[in-house]
């Protein structure tokens, strides 16, 4: 995450991601007489009345939002006083602003440090006797970093809370596709932190080849938003296309507060038949009304105008035709020798939140760049005509194709980015260092080719290409 002028604020400004598990079995009246349910209600004790009844299943709604809320790490902090921090609770009060209603379900499995999680149906909070809170279950020992845990939530919420629709929410700290060996590492951006539902106390978290088996499993749903940062990437995506209908995220970090809640259930009730060109106008909308805004800590207002941000909707189905584009623009880079555009491309290029944001402020090992950046650059640079003509039709393809909207806010003064620029998904890149410190590779459980993308494309192969022409350009 960035802080820039704010380091007094460096507390308050997290990352974020998520996962799920646990339930009753299935009771058949089927094989029941009257007799036998007379019988069985005779034999109850005073007090086995009074128990709550299995939850049964509502009646179908227009939508069900699910979000796996994996706050056992520092999410779960409070800082300056209470005034910053506990940033899962918070969110979880503005969904009692609105709460379910005969639109909208909206159910949440909160895992806290120290606590385990918590299953429940978020209402609205009206007096001082109502929580807001149905819960369902507790439990102490949820693994919130297990990504079976994250199936048997939505299956659970899909199944008590029926709807036509469905929106699953990871929450949580995120960090693109790189899955690092863990061992004792505390959750969020660094050389040797993960994000993406990261447990610190079970040290367990999700792998991007894991997203792919999640969403399998789960089963279709309409919308996924990862309320985590630097999510919104092609390898990561491309895990999980086959499973969803919309996807939701950034490619850079997002401050702690996430969504606003309050904002989506209002606009999800208003108009529970919302098209998603109508969902990313409101998204693009109050994500630049959020920033110019500024950020309350108490009675304060923080402005974020030195605060790099982008949001950005992309269509999931359009990521099988990715491949393709990549493979033109890379194979014609990589057949005309487009030294030069590949020098320019890797100098260039908008990057996002560095592997060690405290001391990289260069950015040089930095290696999620913005795509549709790349292959401008790459035009602008080459001196093949194919070239240029491939990197204009992947430019095209995702402004047109792939990313249904996109919103690029502020920027990198310190690098000379203009967020404004970028097209709204990322990908891994050459890295802008000369040598590679070999640690860094050691940390890498996944490997960048075993990933679907890579296995689908050229794109492996090309990045190693632009590496040994950038690591011996001059």
Not at 238 to 245: N, T, V
Not at 356 to 383: C, E, G, Q, S, V
Not at 434 to 447: A, C, D, G, Y
Not at 454 to 463: G, K, L, N, P, T
Request: aromatic share 10%.
């Amino acid at each position: 995450m960035k802080t820039n002028n704010l380091k007094f604020l460096t507390a308050a400004l997290s990352l974020m991601a998520f996962g799920s598990q646990a339930f009753a079995q299935d009771f058949n009246l089927n094989s029941l007489s009257a007799a036998d349910i007379r019988a069985a209600q005779a034999d109850k004790g005073i007090f086995d009345f009074i128990k709550p009844d299995k939850p049964e299943p509502m009646g179908q709604k227009e939508w069900t939002i699910m979000v796996f809320m994996n706050a056992k790490n520092d999410l779960s902090d409070s800082q300056l006083m209470g005034l910053v921090g506990k940033w899962a609770e918070k969110d979880i009060k503005e969904m009692k602003e609105i709460g379910t209603t005969d639109k909208v379900n909206i159910v949440v499995e909160h895992g806290a440090k120290g606590k385990g999680s918590k299953r429940m149906l978020i209402t609205k909070k009206g007096s001082v006797l109502s929580s807001g809170e149905k819960v369902y279950g507790e439990y102490p020992d949820a693994d919130m970093g297990d990504y079976k845990r994250v199936v048997e939530f939505a299956k659970w919420a899909k199944t008590t809370f029926p709807a036509k629709k469905t929106m699953l929410v990871l929450w949580n700290h995120g960090l693109g596709w790189i899955d690092p060996k863990m061992e004792q590492a505390p959750a969020g951006t660094g050389t040797s932190a993960k994000g993406i539902l990261f447990d610190d106390e079970t040290k367990n978290y999700l792998r991007t080849a894991q997203m792919k088996e999640m969403m399998r499993q789960i089963g279709y749903t309409d919308i996924v938003m990862q309320n985590a940062c630097l999510q919104q990437m092609a390898e990561v995506l491309y895990e999980m296309k086959d499973y969803a209908g919309l996807f939701v995220g950034s490619e850079e970090t997002m401050l702690a507060q996430g969504f606003d809640y309050t904002g989506l259930l209002t606009f999800m009730n208003a108009n529970p038949g919302f098209t998603h060109d109508q969902l990313g106008d409101y998204l693009v909308s109050w994500y630049k009304a959020f920033y110019a805004g500024g950020m309350n800590i108490g009675p304060i207002s923080m402005p974020l105008d030195d605060m790099g941000a982008t949001l950005s909707l992309v269509r999931p189905a359009s990521l099988n035709e990715l491949p393709v584009h990549l493979d033109a623009f890379a194979g014609a880079m990589m057949r005309n020798n487009e030294t030069v555009a590949a020098k320019a491309a890797v100098e260039g290029v908008i990057r996002f939140t560095s592997l060690d944001p405290a001391n990289d402020k260069k950015k040089l090992i930095a290696a999620y760049a913005d795509l549709y950046d790349f292959a401008d650059l790459a035009a602008l640079n080459a001196k093949s005509a194919e070239t240029k003509r491939a990197a204009e039709a992947l430019m095209g393809f995702i402004k047109n194709r792939l990313v249904l909207r996109s919103v690029g806010i502020n920027g990198d003064k310190a690098n000379g980015y203009d967020y404004t620029k970028v097209g709204g998904i990322a990908i891994n890149t050459t890295m802008k260092i000369k040598k590679v410190p070999p640690q860094l590779e050691e940390i890498f459980e996944t490997k960048y080719n075993e990933l679907s993308l890579s296995r689908a494309s050229q794109w492996d192969e090309f990045v190693t290409w632009t590496d040994n022409v950038w690591r011996s350009a001059r």
